[in-house]
């Protein structure tokens, strides 16, 4: 009787530890931000790139900048407060950042603007923009007044989230040296991109090695119309996103000449 309630102890000790083991969390691992700018830089080159003519609105703007691993390492807006943009941008700058990262690879970038139509509906890649969702319990987690600091509460923090218009740029080093990604929002979609553009450029993260838009490697490409046989709006490189302003798209497309991407688009 001793042996086997013995036996019936040491059955329970084991299946209490094997549950523990399984609900105690593996601890999240320190991001290493290491080769990416500061906020503080990435609030300088946020701010003079906003201030630039650049078509949209001319409303001011959230900047986020994640590691290779999609871990968060800089959050920075344009204004005085962080009222003076929209609210809801400091996110989605989060998830253009997570998705352009996600979505390039060291010899070849695709930016947000470039998922745009391959993801509508019976496009290549429709549904891409539901298969990492936003992790809300990061995305809306702290104190909102550190938020766009530089102990903003997403910093270190992996956010997540899948962004398929303008604003998201993954961010090269010299080498084809794929580092992590950018992602701005608070304007339209392409003066977004046109600022992360310039933003991206005056980080110097800007090699990029190929690219859906040629010599323009991850630029937007505005090239939707509708089709003369069935009336759809459609992408001639498939790869298209839509226009906002005629000065927003006029700026997008000479990007490669007044902003000309690094060195390794010509190796």
Partial sequence: MLKNSANFMALIALASSAIFAQTTPTPTPAADCSLLPTQAALKTALTAAQQQKNGGLGFNMWGTIVNRDGFVCAVAFTGNSRGDQWPGSRVISAQKANTANAFSIPGFALSTANLFAATQNGGSLFGLQFSNPVETTVAYAGDPATFGQANDPLVGKQVGGVNV????????????????GLGVSGDTSCTDHIIAWKVRDMLGLDSVPAGVAGAGADNMINDISPDRGTGQLVSTSGYGHPTCDSAATSFTSGLPATNPLGPNLSQ
Avoid at 165 to 180: M, Q, S, T
Wanted: glycine fraction near 32%.
């Fill in 165 to 180: 218009f303008g604003g998201g740029l993954a961010l090269y080093a010299p080498g084809k040296h794929l580092l992590g």
